[in-house]
């Protein structure tokens, strides 16, 4: 039952490349270091519904998780991996 | 009539959910902040009565998780373990319930005896989100008070509770998920062999891979299976999903349509974004100099005026020179900086509790990324080119780890004080643009020195790496005036009671060093002979002359001090250019910028601190720095 989602990456989507107004389910992050632990602490969690607001190449990538606006670094957000 | 209860209450929760104005709310003026032993983190105490019951709070650190990954979560977890305490208040924003009552289900695991308090009710309210508080109570098993702290609602009745607390007609059931075989195994094991955790709390945090109580487990000889973080974030978010189901009822709410983000559609856009960035940089730095500079001219006023009146009355030239330069200048020069910390923390409050802060963090994280500097040290940068004092209180803004890089770092840039020596210095050595390309490279060799210095520090552990951004976007809200106000005050009392006495102290010691022993030349003053002493340190800068080695002691006082030296000393500012050439004024301006900060620098790093040991750092780390950066140059202009 600890088993997370028990999917790969394929047919993920990578946050980082995530087009701004895609809407989707949070299905794993990379990594379980301090900075994946500060994510899930904000409710970026496998499961969860997420949007993301703003990805262009200049200023900053912010999600939308259950009615949270949060800001994430380029390198933290391809940590993310989320599923339609 | 004496009261009779006491009652030792903590406040946790988010940032950004009003916590700290519940606690001035129900705190008032009976409050006071000190240090987190062996941290940098501000603790904040205070107490108030309910008829017959005193009660004590604790304002504990805003925080996301209780696992370990900050200082600030590691003191919240420590006090709540062994910290005397008889309740928690959970403070949670009642429009983003969901995020914010994923760490009260941690929090009941550590300590059961919570009571929630939905804040921002109106908030939600506009967002069309109702929420049944009575249901939420009885499905957690706490009560639950709701309320908006900011206009008073809910505190009567939070009030209540506590009472009830006391007099024990409050009962705390709380309900957990259940997280599987794996979590109770431990748990039960835990149970039976003891811990200092509560053994539900050690066994989901060992599996969610906390380092703390990893190692508490295995030096207990209990094996630990594989952490599992995100299964055990899963099945948390899952439960407390399906707990909400019948809880809240959203109305109609659009979330194309809240104000926050027609706000944010400007203040985030990759272009635009940066417009206001800079608009509201500049009203800060002008506001900040302009308004606090206007009354610490006033007081400086004030202060000349007392030494002319007072000077009248002193017969003995020794004594009046004391009286009046040092004691009522030291005085003077402690008060000329509260204005402008005064001013600074008013805005910078007004911004952090508007919800702006997090904004300008966003847009300046991959600049400052690419630099290897913290986001939120752009403030305390910009704001170290008017004066370093601010900048350093400005750090109390970053997390621990991130500040103690700050406070090293921010006196690198150029103050204002600094500009004015090298105008004195340039105008007197170079004509036109040569002079301003001078100044210019002073900018820049200081900005250099900061991103420099931030690798260095990180390569000898003085600082850890920087966290990449993760950082909650709160709704825009206008400031709760009372909190901005108490925080804005407490601080600048904070620095005049921390830094005075060291801005003080030195001050006199500057003054005997330059005016003892009394009546005699300058070349002959204690300043001179320990001019003198240090100057062969200087030699392989290229810098023998002893006089000008002498000016970077007042300059210790206040880098300004460094004009009127030389003007003792060489007889004026112009004759400078007599007695030293141009590549040794090049590499005296590159020391000069980066060397021990000034005295009231330094009261600021312990007021922000409280650690002598970093103040100690942070002089023997300039110093060096200095020497190095001045060594090249000197390498540069004059060669091998």
Redesign the interface.
Known sequence: MLTPMGVGKEGLMNLEMAPEGFEGIVAYIDGGDRVSQRMMALGIVPGTHIKVIRNSSFGPLIVDIEGTRIALGRGVSSKVWLRK | MKTLHRLRVALAGNPNVGKSALFNVLTGMYQHTANWPGKTVERKEGFFDIDDVHVEVIDLPG???L?V?SPEEEVTREFLTNGDIDVVINVVDA??L??NL??TVQLLELFPRVILFVNMLDVAEA?GVKIDLDKLSKKLGIPVVGGVVVTGEGIDELKQVLKDVVSGKVHFHPVYPVY???VEILEEYLAKYGCKYPPKFAAVKA???DEEIIKLLKEKGISVPE????????I???WLKNLLRDVFVVDDYN?EMTI?DRI?MVV????W??VVFILVMFLMFYITFTFGGYFANLIDMFFGWLGDAISKYIASDLWRSFIVDAVIGGVGSVLTFTPIIFTFFLMYSILEDSGYI??A???M??LM?LLGLPAKLFFPLILGMGCTVPAVMGTTALEEEERKLGVYLVGFMPCSARLAVYSAIVSAFFRGYTGALVIVSMYLIGFLAVVVGAKVLKMFGLAKDT????????SYHIPHIRTVLYSTWIRTKEFIYKAGTLIFVSTIVIWMLVNMPFGVKPEDSYLAWLGRVIAPLFAPLGLADWRIVSTLIPSFAAKEAAIATIGVLYGGVEMLKHAITIPQILVFLVFFTLYTPCMATLGAIYSVTKRWKVVFLSVLFSFATAYIFAFMTRLIVMGV
Not at chain 2, 468 to 474: A, K, N, R, T
Request: charged share 20%.
């Open positions: 925080i996301y998780s696992t990954t429009s983003n969901f995020r994923m760490f967002k599987g075989q794996e599996l969610e891979g952490p599992q973080p995100q299964a055990i974030s899963q948390r978010a899952e979330p926050t944010d985030t856009h990759p272009i974004g940066y997090a904004r963090a966003a847009m994280d991959r990324h966290m990449p951004l993760v950082i909650e976007l709160p």
